[in-house]
């Protein structure tokens, strides 16, 4: 199957910085890219959809100024949290939409672990 | 929300046994797919099951759908110690080609 990648995997950082992860697809092309928030023991929670070349499409009650997301690239997107507070730590993973004809297979990243101190 | 729900939420079953994990929804779909998740890392497509599809087989997995109840099943049999993890229903509605995951079933398979 498609690989997609996240770097980091762990990050810690303080409050008040910003933290960019990456996400790649490896050996596809991914016109669309999507970024997900994980609490422990919780479900995916989407947060935005990525789109190369266009700007991204946030979920309601999702800030846009504060997670940033770029899709410069066919095979890149990366998402800033920008000044993270503790209540930013969670899971994030990214994953790479792919298939046609209905089948919307998404692929996923192993996830990048965030603690904010 | 349009989140979907599974029951049960945790399923705790001998090496060899069935594990039957179900799944709800609310909103008419196009596909539903299962993933697994191992802890702390990222998720793994199992199967995938179309809405005009009844029933799926992939090795030890079968899926139900039932498009008049909104709801599917997972099951695995002869379960092992190594089909421990999480495991997710997500539907796929077309709109937006987004995924919405259901709440999961933490399986344990205990030797």
């Known amino acids: 199957g498609a690989v997609v990648s996240q770097h980091p995997s762990r990050v810690i950082c303080k409050s008040g910085t910003s933290v960019k992860i990456e996400c790649r697809s490896l050996d596809f092309q991914a016109t669309t890219m999507f970024w997900y928030r994980q609490f422990p023991k919780q479900s995916l929670m989407l947060m935005a959809t990525?789109?190369?070349?266009?700007?991204?499409?946030?979920e309601q009650g999702v800030e846009k100024d504060k997670f940033l997301i770029n899709h410069a690239s066919l095979t890149l997107s990366t998402l800033t949290v920008t000044s993270a507070h503790p209540e930013d730590s969670s899971f994030y993973i990214c994953?790479?939409?792919?298939?046609?004809?209905?089948?919307?297979?998404?692929?996923f990243g192993p996830g990048t672990r965030l603690t904010v101190l | 929300s349009q989140q979907g729900e599974e029951d049960p939420q945790a399923l705790s079953i001998q090496e060899g046994e069935n594990a039957t994990m179900n799944c709800s929804y609310k909103t008419s779909i196009n596909n539903l797919q299962w993933y697994r998740q191992n802890s702390g890392r990222g998720l793994v497509h199992l199967i995938l099951?179309?809405?005009?599809?009844r029933e799926k087989h992939s090795g030890r997995l079968r899926v139900t759908l039932d498009t008049s109840k909104k709801s599917s099943s997972l099951l695995i049999t002869a379960s092992r110690a190594a089909d421990t993890a999480s495991y997710f229903c997500?539907?796929?509605?077309?709109?937006?080609?987004?995924?919405?995951f259901g709440t999961g079933t933490q399986l344990k398979v205990e030797l």
């Open positions: 099951i179309r809405s005009n599809e």
């Open positions: 994953s790479a939409g792919a298939g046609t004809g209905g089948r919307n297979e998404q692929f």
């Open positions: 997500a539907t796929f509605t077309g709109g937006g080609n987004k995924l919405t």
């Open positions: 990525s789109n190369e070349g266009s700007k991204a499409t946030y």
